[in-house]
Every structure is written in structure tokens, then in C-alpha cells.
């Protein structure tokens, strides 16, 4: 009956895509490499015709799979955009609305302390499919200050080595090494890896290598830093790659690269350096020239620049390759029950995703969605911060409307024809407005007054 389970949920997945070969029985689950970079802008690749900016690697990751340039993070910063993807939940569901740090900070924004490890977990569902799971990198499911806070394996990974957060520590160039002898020691389940990536968020690390390479190229001593750091890490994302090829697990293992929010805005003072705690002394965001494009807004925006980031996705084995997606919305939340799909993976009993299965975005004739998609930001809220929240249209209607609470700002954009919202179109579609406000406003009624107090640090006073 579970084999006949599987069969039926792989049937209906594959039935959706461009697929290269049939389904059979003896066919193994694949691997999955989820690679989340941070503060990664959607126009920071050279495939996306950045003028600077090379990355070959990323480059030859989308020729080789699908470009889906209509993907969403759940907020316009890292933590609760890591929270969705986790749990497949909307992160206000859990009072997680801003960036994990310390208790002080967590009671004055109504936070928890860190991601409830009860709530559904995308690594569990898949270790109890049998997976084998991993996490390296940026955790940021809680702050490092907070010591008595839950390890990774509680929320359903073999292993972990981390930085801001508890467990086995590693630095933010470690992880590469780590990933690949993970690949190289696996050998008898399928695994899952979470590769969270420090680049291209501060410290910047660039290494002389690339910026010499970059000086080489006229960009002047601020210029060539934020193209070597992304650089850097396409030239390490490389190598991980090789690894798959070198180990023969290419063919049939998932490879997602994506990023958790928008570009940073170069926000301190010139060319000062800054400490991490764990990461050591690097360049501030002074050198954050990240790109979004020709979108609307960056880090923190609910605007497209602040949630709209690059998401590719490689799997030989069952996809054709230099697939485009320009239109058919994927969002943070839809990765749990589409990641479950692709894995055969029973998702929690009972379990109400904020997303869905949204394995056929992959056929761009069958990418209509039933759920709206939901946003809710409430902290800085100056220039293009100043949404509080923000919903997209459920079905094929191209509409997102952003507001603030008390509805005294509301704008409305068509983002088929209009993915810059240059165009606010809430005064011409009065009865659009009406009904996507009042879906938003049920949305954030339904939303919890206060966090969940078994998510609170002992270090609270």
C-alpha cells in the first residue's frame, strides 16, 4: 500500500513534466541539494544580464534546468523566509516577522525565541521517508545569543554543523568542504542537504583572487567587492556540482539555488569593517551593491525586489534542460508538499500547508494555483518598506495589492504587465481591491496576538 502511495504520488507529479524517460518501480528517490543564499537580488547572475557580475556555474545550472523567474520569498528578510520554507507555513502563523537575534530583541518585536520544532519540518518529513538529512551553514531559526535553544535535530536533521545558531559550529567558507564529503560519504539512502550560504550577506569576504580579477576589469576598490564575493561562492557552488558529477549522483538528484530575500542597501559608512561574532572581521553593507533588477525595492520591501529572488532547479534524470519560466507563481511556502512530491514523502497527517504542490510549474501550461499568496511586515516601514502587508491573487489573475493596516494606503498592481509595480492601478479596479483587501484582512485576523510561550528562552526576563 505505501508503494503503491509513492508510485501514485510520482504519477502525478511526472504526468505534469517535460520529462526525459518513464517512471518505474525500481526507480530511486533523488537526492535534493537545496542551496539558499542570503540577500542574493534577483539580477545578481550574468545569465540575467548583470554587467559585471560572472558566474558560470550558476549560469550552467540554469542551461541545464528551469529558470523559474516567478518565485517568492515569504518576507523581505532571512528568518521568517526561512521559516516558510521549513514548515511550508506562513511565518506570521508564528509570530516570526523579523530577523532572530537576542530575547531583548524578540519581546520587543513579540517574537518567539526561536521556530517551534513541533510545527511541520520539511527535513522530517523527509527523514522519516526514508532520507538522509543534512543542514550546513546559517541556521537563523533562532539567535545565537539564545543558548537553550532547540538543535537542528529536533526538527528532524541527522547532522547539522551551523553558524548563528546552537549545535556544531563551522565558518562560512567551511561549508563548501563539509557538503562535498557529505556527497562523497553517502551511499546507501537518498539525502537531503541544506546548504545555507553567508554569501552575499555581511561580513563580505572577499578573496584577492577575484578582486584582482575584478580590478582587472576597470571597477574601481569599492565596485569589484560585492562581483568577487558573489564570484567566490559561484566558483564554490562549482565545485559542488563537480562533486555530484565525480560521486555519478548527478542524473538523479535535485539541485535548487535560491536566495531568502532581496539585495541589501549599502547602509553604512565607507569602507568600515565589521565584526561577527562567529564569522570574524569583514566589509560592511557599504559594499552591498547587490541587484534587483529593474524591480521595485530591496531587503525588507514587500515590494518584488524584496521577494522576488532567483530560483533554478536541475534534475537530469526527469527534466529537459534550459527550461524558462517568466510567469506562474512558486512561492517559499509551496516547497515543503512539493519537495514531499518529488520525494514520495506522506506529508504530516492533518497538515494544512500555506502552499501547495507546485510541481507543475514546470509545465507552463498548467500553472494555475489555488491559494493567494500572503505577506506581513511589520517593522521598518520607510521608502519602499512601507507595506505592512501584501497578497497575491489566487488563480491566473496577474493582481498583488500592498497596504498598510489601517488601509489608509493601498496599492494594486497588474505584475503580468507590470512586474516594476510602476503603476498602481487601485483606483481603476475598485472591485479588485475590495475583494483582495478584505481576503488580506481575514488573513491577518486570523493571525496569533502573541507567540507560542514554550518558545521562549529561560535567558528571558
Known amino acids: 500500500m505505501k508503494h503503491h502511495r509513492i508510485m501514485k504520488l510520482l504519477f502525478a507529479l511526472f504526468i505534469c513534466l517535460p520529462v526525459v524517460g518513464s517512471v518505474s518501480a525500481e526507480q530511486s528517490q533523488p537526492n535534493i541539494l537545496f542551496i539558499l543564499a542570503d540577500d542574493w537580488g534577483f539580477g545578481d547572475l550574468s545569465c540575467r544580464g548583470h554587467e559585471t557580475i560572472e558566474t558560470p556555474n550558476l549560469d550552467r545550472l540554469v542551461d541545464e534546468g528551469v529558470d523559474v523567474q516567478d518565485f517568492t520569498v515569504a518576507s523581505g528578510v532571512c528568518s521568517p523566509s526561512r521559516v516558510a ?81 546552537p549545535g556544531p559550529e563551522i565558518d562560512s567558507q567551511g561549508v563548501w568542504d563539509k557538503a562535498i564529503a557529505v556527497i562523497e560519504e553517502q551511499r546507501d539512502k537518498p539525502f537531503f542537504i541544506n546548504l545555507w550560504l553567508n554569501e552575499t550577506h555581511t561580513p563580505h569576504f572577499p578573496t584577492q583572487k577575484w578582486l584582482d580579477y575584478y580590478a582587472k576589469k576597470g571597477l574601481d576598490e569599492r565596485e569589484r567587492v560585492y562581483p568577487a564575493v558573489v564570484s567566490n561562492a559561484d566558483e564554490k557552488i562549482g565545485r559542488v556540482l563537480k562533486a555530484l558529477d565525480n560521486a555519478g549522483l548527478k542524473e538523479n538528484t535535485v539541485v535548487i539555488f535560491t536566495s531568502d530575500n532581496g539585495p541589501e542597501y549599502p547602509l553604512d559608512p565607507k569602507g568600515k569593517v565589521m565584526n561577527h561574532p562567529e564569522l570574524g572581521e569583514g566589509l560592511n553593507t557599504w559594499y552591498s551593491l547587490g541587484s534587483a533588477g529593474d524591480l521595485k525595492g530591496k531587503k525588507r520591501s514587500l515590494h518584488q525586489g524584496g521577494i522576488r529572488v532567483p530560483f533554478v532547479l536541475r534534475w537530469p534524470e526527469k527534466i529537459k534542460r534550459g527550461r524558462e519560466l517568466k510567469q506562474g507563481m512558486l512561492t517559499a511556502v509551496d516547497l515543503l508538499p512539493t ?13 494544512r500547508s500555506g502552499g501547495e504542490d507546485r510541481s507543475s510549474i514546470l509545465d507552463p501550461n498548467v500553472t494555475c494555483r489555488t491559494k493567494p499568496i500572503f505577506w506581513y511586515w511589520p517593522a521598518d516601514t520607510s521608502g519602499d518598506n512601507w507595506p505592512r502587508a501584501a497578497i497575491r491573487d489566487a488563480g491566473r489573475t496577474p493582481w498583488k495589492l500592498l497596504m498598510t493596516l489601517d488601509g489608509s494606503r493601498i496599492e494594486l498592481y497588474d505584475l503580468d504587465q507590470d512586474p516594476q509595480e510602476k503603476n498602481n492601478l487601485a483606483d481603476q479596479y475598485p472591485p479588485v481591491v475590495k475583494r483582495l483587501k478584505a481576503q488580506l484582512e481575514t488573513w491577518l485576523a486570523e493571525l496569533p496576538d502573541e507567540p507560542d510561550p514554550k518558545c521562549f528562552s529561560k535567558l528571558r526576563k
Open 85 to 165: 520554507i521549513m514548515t511550508g507555513h506562513f511565518p506570521a502563523r508564528y509570530r516570526i516577522n523579523q530577523h532572530f537575534h537576542h530575547t531583548k530583541h524578540h519581546q520587543k518585536t513579540g517574537m518567539p525565541d526561536w521556530l517551534d520544532p513541533d510545527a511541520p519540518m520539511l527535513p522530517r518529513q523527509l527523514q522519516q521517508a526514508g532520507y538522509a538529512t543534512y543542514h550546513i551553514g546559517k541556521w537563523h531559526l533562532t539567535g545565537k545569543p539564545i543558548t537553550d535553544a532547540p538543535l537542528p535535530t529536533a526538527y528532524g536533521y541527522d547532522k547539522s554543523w551551523v553558524w548563528n545558531g
Open 339 to 351: 519537495l514531499c512530491g518529488i520525494a514520495g514523502a506522506p506529508l504530516p497527517r492533518g497538515y
